[in-house]
């Protein structure tokens, strides 16, 4: 099957731990997205990369690392930094675009964290 | 300007209505404009998108209604159904350049429940 799988789906953490979200995919995409989730505030774009060993902030990238060191990979740390870490956390991919073609993306099925 | 505002935040409909959820953009670039659908603890799906070119989009139940000039589109659900209970958010973007994908503006997104 092809998709992209995040672990874990129910994470916990105490504050002032940094803590690690999974993110994988196979469907040979080349872009990958993490976006945050809150009640009443839709997604929001938290960090993106197009290529390997490269990204770029989206517009929430404060308190948060992210690394793109294989294609089907992007994992997202939460650091101490995050004032507000508790949310659902969801990864995304999508072609590169072609000229005149569009962004469709595939998410995952996201991680909740909850931070005690 | 980068903004898509998604009204109502939430929508109860009994089985067999119309449910209508609005969005309004302010970018006059956004030239796609991407309806997706999630279930609870699961991570959005599109569900149906329109390019500016065209007023109307219909797939089986589910029609986009898109208004140039005033910059608005909707997500119309004819007979609605129970299954049908999900958040919905709208989304807008513009068309990629030759390798690179551009980002997705989302709206807050819309809490339909649909009562038998």
């Known amino acids: 099957d092809g998709g992209i799988t995040q672990s874990p789906k129910y994470l916990f953490r105490k504050e002032g731990q940094n803590v690690t979200l999974s993110c994988e995919q196979n469907?040979?995409?080349?872009?990958m997205y993490w976006y945050r989730q809150d009640p009443g505030q839709g997604l929001r774009l938290i960090y993106y990369?197009?290529?390997?060993?490269?990204?770029q902030k989206g517009d929430i990238a404060e308190g948060y690392s992210v690394s793109r060191e294989k294609k089907e990979s992007f994992p997202l740390t939460v650091t101490s930094a995050q004032k507000n870490p508790t949310a659902f956390y969801l990864c995304?991919?999508?072609?590169?675009?072609?000229?005149?073609?569009?962004?469709?993306?595939?998410f995952g099925p996201g991680t909740r964290l909850t931070v005690l | 300007q980068q903004q898509v505002k998604q009204s109502p935040q939430s929508l109860i409909v009994q089985k067999g209505g119309i449910s209508i959820i609005n969005c309004a953009y302010e970018?006059?670039?956004?030239?796609?404009f991407p309806w997706y659908q999630q279930f609870p603890g699961k991570g959005p799906a599109l569900l149906i998108a329109?390019?500016?070119?065209?007023s109307e989009k219909k797939e089986g139940r589910f029609t986009i209604s898109f208004n140039k000039s005033a910059k608005q589109f909707s997500l119309h659900i004819m007979d609605s159904q129970p299954g049908d209970s999900a958040t919905y958010f709208c989304?807008?973007?513009?068309?990629?350049?030759?390798?690179?994908?551009?980002?997705?503006?989302f709206g807050t997104g819309t809490r339909l429940q649909v009562f038998p």
């Open positions: 329109i390019r500016p070119d065209v």
């Open positions: 995304a991919s999508s072609r590169l675009a072609e000229e005149y073609s569009y962004n469709e993306q595939f």
């Open positions: 469907l040979n995409h080349d872009a």
């Open positions: 970018n006059t670039a956004f030239d796609y």
């Open positions: 990369s197009q290529i390997v060993n490269d990204f």
């Open positions: 989304a807008a973007s513009r068309v990629g350049s030759f390798y690179n994908t551009d980002k997705l503006i």
